[in-house]
């Protein structure tokens, strides 16, 4: 490549990792955000989860960020 386009190609490069950076950060998850995209994934409502995590209140604590998930 010439050196115009090894210049070209870091700059293409650096403004994707910008781009990625400001709208897909993957470390600003938190439990309760990844249960809500594998609920969504998976077409689940929270009366799915009822029957795992006890009952129904416990569920919409959870949710609804009032209640962290545990182990």
Known sequence: MTPEE???LE????LIED????HYQLNISTP???LKHLMEARRLEQADLV?????????T????GELEITK
């Open 6 to 8: 090894d210049a070209l």
């Open 19 to 22: 781009f990625e950076e400001k």
């Open 61 to 64: 604590k959870i949710i609804n």
């Open 51 to 59: 029957e795992i995590l006890g009952s129904s209140e416990i569920v």
């Open 32 to 34: 309760c955000s990844r």
């Open 11 to 14: 700059l293409l490069v650096k």
